[in-house]
């Protein structure tokens, strides 16, 4: 099995006991901490904000892969860009001038990722994947866990693959919502290299064996 990355997604933790459950993931053999804005207008639910994000910071001692699902990005980049994330990802949906979000993003010592929804077309990312860290494709409509994997994700990322090679890219292919054991080795034969995993880590009775299980697929 090639490297690949395990983000856990704090958005299924018991909130109630977070700082325990970023020290479990602290812990494991995660290798990055997948973080979900919400602003409930870009997508029909609120997460957490500055507030939760400054603990999580304190605490969390692997990388931090934000993914912003949230209108009007650029208004907020500097203060998410404070809390020095490895990845900041932007929805393509969301950005007026992607071209210009992406470069701040980067000229700040952070990578740069788009997310897709599920509706959207790779094409979308021809003129654009050369200046991409990492595309997050959505398996799942974004806004809240626990929703069933969208299985057309699978051509998406053939597709991205063979894109990603016709432009000489390097661009990170990260698939987020409803990922289990089921899916996750499928997906990463197809080409993922990032599997954001939810549910199927913090809903089982040990998360911590459950993350060994599946960085040990």
């Not at 699902?69 to 020095?84: T, W």
């Not at 393509?92 to 010592?109: M, S």
């Amino acid at each position: 099995m090639k490297n690949w990355v395990l983000a856990p997604s704090l958005l299924s933790a018991d909130f109630g006991r977070l700082r325990e459950e970023i020290e479990m993931i602290n812990s494991s053999q995660a290798d990055w901490l997948h973080l979900d804005i919400m602003d409930g207008r870009f997508v029909p639910n609120i997460s957490f904000g500055f507030p939760v994000l400054h603990a999580i910071r304190k605490w969390c001692t692997i990388p931090l892969d934000i993914h912003l699902m949230i209108v009007e990005p650029d208004i907020y980049l500097s203060r998410f860009l404070e809390y020095s994330p490895r990845y900041i990802s932007v929805h393509f949906e969301a950005c007026i001038h992607l071209h210009r979000t992406l470069h701040f993003i980067k000229q700040n010592n952070c990578k740069a990722g788009v997310a897709l929804n599920p509706h959207t077309d790779i094409d979308v990312l021809k003129s654009i994947l050369p200046d991409i860290d990492m595309v997050c494709m959505m398996s799942v409509n974004p806004g809240f866990g626990g929703q069933k994997f969208i299985e057309h994700t699978y051509s998406k990322i053939s597709r991205l693959c063979a894109l990603r090679t016709q432009l000489g890219s390097a661009a990170l292919i990260e698939i987020d919502g409803g990922v289990d054991n089921h899916h996750s080795t499928r997906l990463l034969d197809t080409g993922a290299d990032v599997l954001v995993v939810g549910n199927s880590i913090f809903a089982t009775d040990n998360p911590l064996e459950t993350i060994r299980i599946f960085k040990n697929l």
